[in-house]
């Protein structure tokens, strides 16, 4: 199993940037892949991005490719998403996922392990 902590969210201005963190905890963390998604109020949470176990391919919704970058450190047990070029439809709850299909995918029903989120508020 794998426990998963986010952090790093907050308030910023449309066109700023913000990186959430994603803490492992767990022996085999670099067995599986992680994704993130997001929950807007009155919304259905939604894919954002993945990563394969090996960091070596990452998949992104078209709603942040260019803006959002993923990567992940298989030492620290650590996945980031940077958020660049924010924009108030960004706004959501964040939340990391682990899979133990270890690719880059982005089905929310394969993703076995979730954490608790960090809300990110882009304000205009």
């Known amino acids: 199993q794998v426990q998963l902590v986010e952090s790093g969210g907050g308030l910023v201005q449309v066109g700023g940037s913000l990186k959430v963190s994603c803490a492992a905890s767990?022996?085999?963390?670099?067995?599986?892949?992680i994704g993130w998604f997001r929950q807007a109020p009155g919304k259905e949470r939604e894919f954002v991005a993945s990563?394969?176990?090996?960091?070596?391919?990452?998949t992104y919704a078209d709603s942040v490719k260019g803006r959002f970058t993923i990567s992940r450190d298989n030492i620290k047990k650590m996945v980031y998403v940077q958020m660049n070029s924010l924009k108030p439809e960004d706004t959501a709850v964040y939340y990391c996922?682990?899979?133990?299909?270890?690719?880059?995918?982005?089905?929310?029903?394969?993703?076995?392990?979730w954490g608790q989120g960090t809300q990110v508020t882009v304000s205009s």
């Open positions: 990563i394969s176990l090996s960091g070596g391919s990452t």
């Open positions: 996922a682990a899979s133990t299909a270890g690719a880059a995918i982005m089905l929310e029903p394969d993703f076995q392990f």
């Open positions: 767990g022996p085999s963390f670099r067995t599986y892949g």
